[in-house]
Nanobody
Framework: QVLLVESGGGLVQAGGSLRLSCAVS????????IGWFRQAPGKEREFVTA????????YYIDSVKGRFTISRDNAKNTVYLQMNSLKPEDTAVYFC????????????????WGQGTQVTVSS
């Protein structure tokens, strides 16, 4: 019913930037909170950031504060993750996910997931 498609991943040198996009279809976009998660090789999936359905509340894990910015464009049914000052430890597959209204850091609370986009940061 609700589809999420990530894009914008790639290979970047440490200190560089990438902008990920999460395009949402099949639902009422403005009613969803959107979260970003990532999974590095050999590690569990990790919450990164999320934005509420109104766009006025955001939350970031400490390791990305000041470097990553989540935003949403309801007219385009798209959420963006601007990633600056990238570090090798940011290397992971990045997933976006959707749930109703309220942001959450818990992956089990999200109802819909994209397939992921690979971000690789070289030294």
């Amino acid at each position: 019913q609700v589809l999420l498609v990530e894009s914008g991943g790639g290979l970047v040198q440490a200190g560089g930037s990438l902008r990920l996009s999460c395009a949402v279809s099949g639902g009422t976009f403005s009613s969803y909170a959107i979260g970003w998660f990532r999974q590095a090789p050999g590690k569990e999936r990790e919450f990164v950031t999320a934005i509420s359905w109104t766009g006025d509340m955001t939350y970031y894990i400490d390791s990305v504060k000041g470097r990553f910015t989540i935003s949403r464009d309801n007219a385009k049914n798209t959420v963006y993750l601007q990633m600056n000052s990238l570090k090798p430890e940011d290397t992971a597959v990045y997933f976006c996910a959707a749930r109703q209204k309220f942001l959450s850091e818990y992956e089990g609370s999200y109802d819909y997931w994209g397939q992921g986009t690979q971000v690789t940061v070289s030294s």
